[in-house]
């Protein structure tokens, strides 16, 4: 299931309300959603060409990575500086707090929703998909491709590896050296997850799921 719906997806841009789920569902439809799309469109016009190139080629839809709605999708390749500095400038007038992210999952289905059912519908099924991943019906759906395997394994090795091994050393012990060890390791794990990120996009992009063999069902009970 997971593998075809890599192999039925897009790469692109994506730019979410960054707001609580519980909060979007009581208060943005999709006659919000819409109206937000049109305040950003009119946004970047005003802030200039450069801005609306930025943002042209953005429309709703519901990703299929169980992203946050309202969200905006683009499978161009905008600037993104001019892009931040959009989304910064629309915070700052009230409109609403954006964050921009890369996926994998812009749906090949077809048009964005044009329709409130429509719309509906889309983010059903983007529920209904998250809700599967937490379950574990989807866990380690493919394996990685091996040199992003092994670059990752490098990196944890070099950052995780330094971090734990200074932590043994430490003359200390007790709570504090616990939760100083585990802000160590988190800053590890983000160094290590900047530095892959780009090798982990471009594997993927180039993976096809059709060559990728199952995983082996677990045994555990």
């Known amino acids: 299931m997971r593998q075809l719906l890599v192999e039925c997806s897009e790469p692109g841009l994506v730019v979410s309300l960054a707001e609580e789920l519980e909060n ?19 946004l970047a016009h005003e802030l200039g060409p450069e801005f609306e190139q930025a943002w042209e080629g953005f429309h709703l839809e519901v990703p299929n990575d169980g992203g946050h709605p309202p969200t905006f999708g683009n499978r161009g390749s905008p600037d993104e500086a001019p892009l931040k500095d959009l989304l910064d400038n629309a915070a700052e007038r009230g409109l609403g707090r954006f964050e921009l992210r890369s996926t994998l999952l812009l749906s090949q289905d077809g048009p964005p929703p044009e329709t409130r059912e429509q719309y509906i519908r889309d983010l059903a099924d983007s529920i209904r998909g998250a809700s599967w991943e937490e379950l574990g019906f989807f866990q380690m759906p493919v394996d990685l491709p091996a040199t992003m395997a092994a670059h990752r394994q490098q990196l944890m090795d070099e950052y995780g590896g330094d971090v734990l091994r200074a932590r043994a050393r430490y003359p200390a012990v007790g709570h504090r050296w616990i939760q100083d060890s585990v802000k160590r390791l988190e800053d ?8 892959s990120e780009s090798v982990m996009e471009y594997e993927l992009a180039r993976l096809d799921p059709s060559g990728v063999g199952r995983p082996a069902r677990s045994t555990k009970p």
């Not at 590890?188 to 530095?195: G, H, I, P, Q, Y």
């Open 24 to 42: 979007v569902f009581r208060h943005v439809d999709f006659a919000r959603a819409q109206a937000l799309g049109r305040q950003l469109r009119d």
């Open 188 to 195: 590890a794990l983000k160094e290590v997850n900047t530095r």
